[in-house]
């Protein structure tokens, strides 16, 4: 079973435009990392937020961690058409496989 | 560069045909993985290797096999393909166990299996 859930699972917004994706989780983790992945196409790392931290910024890119909610939320600042990709979160689970489970994924598409 | 490569990108192949997808990283992780992504399914651990010689199934490991025998390579071999195995196959690397470090990932290989 999946560790995350994003949603919602596809958006559309016009270039310029604010992009705002959820994303719970089950378990307790040690930290959570957002990814990003353009069509087909390997994923690329964006982000990772500590549990011990609430908000975190990389360019345009601002994530928070509620971890008495199990939920973290990625925003992207001023869209550009170049960020239409999906973005899933991962956690990992602390046992002895140590696997980056990863969630659904929000599909962006980004207007220009 | 840092990188991890994967090939082919693109393979179309028979049933029952073996076929071997190689993936190497120059970064000098000890943890690597591989995935399969199917629509409606997501990012699926098949096996993954936390170092030379130690290898352990993922979620979906049937059909497949893998191999460590260095630090920088993990192959993913199918011994008799299937059709349900056509899928878009990642390789993965990171650096520690703990989830600490980035996990950096292949450009992907698209399997036809007809």
């Known amino acids: 079973s999946q560790q995350g859930e994003e949603d919602p699972q596809a958006l559309s917004i016009q270039e310029g435009e604010n992009a705002t994706m959820n994303c719970s989780y089950k378990?307790?983790?040690?930290?959570l990392q957002w990814y990003r992945q353009n069509s087909g196409r390997g994923l690329v790392h964006l982000i990772l937020?500590?549990?011990?931290?609430r908000e975190k910024h990389s360019g345009r890119l601002r994530v928070t961690l509620d971890t008495s909610k199990k939920s973290s939320s990625l925003l992207i600042t001023a869209s550009r058409a170049a960020d239409t990709a999906s973005y899933f979160c991962?956690?990992?689970?602390?046992?002895?496989?140590?696997?980056?489970?990863f969630g659904s994924g929000t599909r962006l598409l980004v207007r220009p | 560069e840092a990188q991890v490569t994967q090939n082919p990108r693109y393979l179309i192949t028979v049933t029952g045909k073996k076929l071997t997808v190689t993936c190497s990283q120059n970064?000098?992780?000890?943890?690597m993985s591989w995935y399969r992504q199917d629509p409606g399914l997501g990012l699926r651990q098949i096996y993954y290797?936390?170092?030379?010689?130690?290898?352990d199934k993922g979620d979906v490991p049937e059909g497949y096999k893998v191999s460590r025998k260095e630090k920088r390579n993990f192959p993913l071999i199918l011994e008799s393909p299937s059709p349900n195995q056509t899928s878009l196959y990642f390789c993965?690397?990171?650096?520690?166990?703990?989830?600490?470090?980035?996990?950096?990932f292949g450009p992907g290989t698209r399997l036809t299996v007809t």
């Open positions: 993965a690397s990171r650096g520690g166990l703990a989830g600490l470090h980035e996990q950096y």
């Open positions: 378990t307790s983790i040690n930290n």
């Open positions: 937020i500590r549990s011990n931290e």
């Open positions: 991962a956690t990992i689970r602390m046992d002895s496989s140590y696997k980056l489970i």
């Open positions: 970064m000098n992780h000890e943890y």
């Open positions: 290797s936390m170092n030379v010689e130690v290898t």
